[in-house]
């Protein structure tokens, strides 16, 4: 704690923060993919908060997200040695944006389960600069500011995160027509209908499923139309009887919550543009379920 605070200017710093959190979790979770760790850099930021010396700061927001985001940077690249040991494909941290369609930004950017997969391959500066452009829509005069770079550089850092988004990630569809394909597979996976399956999955889609090492989650994308469907009407009978599908919002689209009485065993999110469906990403690691869960219950 700074050592000039009293009762008031801890009361102005707490409301200061407070207005400013939406977006320090916001800029974080898009840069690390997980809530969780963007609850920790909220925190610490908040720590920092503390003990700095706000008379000096002029724009505390600005202050904030500087702090937030350097902080996010420094996780992910801890973060990065941690998912190189992770047990099968590491999927992004699904969060419920029925309450905040925009996750505490400009623009509801960035917040995709696949475009923050496809972040994951830019090195932690470059996602940070993408998103506090293309989310956020800070000039890139301030953006420069915020990574501690220049202007040029910062313009070539979100060019190159565009160019991998763009090369990587087909034009979507609609909110109407993703949902609509995602019932078509959801009634096709669940009764193994293989003519139905490949009706609906692009040429080159892959599955991924993140379970984190838990029994019977497949620890290698399957790619390829012919292979995902089969795989898929062959896990059929083991997945599904006994357990229930709930529509839900999970990062800015419609997604589905698969349960077994009162547990969550999946959630199913998917990439759909014209071609089909592009990516399946089925998250069954508990740890990563609970926190969403949690937000659907409260």
């Not at 505390?60 to 992910?76: C, E, G, K, Q």
């Not at 139905?196 to 090492?213: I, K, M, N, Q, R």
């Amino acid at each position: 704690m700074y050592a000039g605070d009293d009762a008031d200017s801890l009361k102005t710093a707490a409301e200061q923060f407070a207005a400013a959190r939406p977006r320090l979790f916001g800029v974080a979770y898009r840069v690390l993919g997980s809530a969780a760790e963007a609850e920790d850099v909220c925190q610490e930021a908040w720590v920092r908060w503390q003990n700095a010396d706000r008379a000096d700061v002029v724009e505390p927001t600005a202050f904030l997200t500087t702090v937030a985001t350097r902080l996010a940077i420094n996780t992910a690249r801890s973060a990065r040695v941690r998912r190189e040991s992770y047990v099968g494909p590491w999927l992004p941290e699904p969060v419920d944006t029925g309450p905040d369609p925009q996750l505490g930004a400009e623009r509801a950017e960035a917040v995709e389960m696949a475009v923050l997969l496809l972040l994951e391959k830019l090195n932690p500066v470059e996602r940070a600069a993408y998103v506090l452009r293309e989310a956020f829509d800070y000039p890139y005069r301030q953006v420069a500011g915020i990574l501690g770079t220049s202007e040029p550089n910062t313009r070539q850092l979100v060019s190159r995160a565009r160019r991998h988004l763009s090369a990587e990630r087909r034009e979507q569809v609609g909110r109407g027509e993703h949902r609509r394909l995602l019932e078509v597979f959801l009634g096709a996976a669940r009764t193994g209908d293989l003519k139905a399956l490949e009706d609906v999955l692009a040429a080159d889609v892959v599955s991924y499923t993140d379970g984190g090492g838990m029994r019977g989650a497949s620890r290698v994308p399957v790619v390829g139309r012919s292979r995902v469907s089969r795989y898929l009407a062959a896990f059929a009978p083991r997945f599904w009887p006994g357990s229930d599908a709930r529509w839900v919002e999970a990062n800015g689209r419609p997604a589905v919550l698969v349960r077994s009485g009162a547990s969550a065993v999946a959630l199913l999110s998917a990439d759909v543009s014209a071609q089909g469906i592009d990516r399946l990403m089925w998250v069954m690691s508990p740890a990563k379920l609970a926190p969403y869960v949690t937000s659907l219950n409260a």
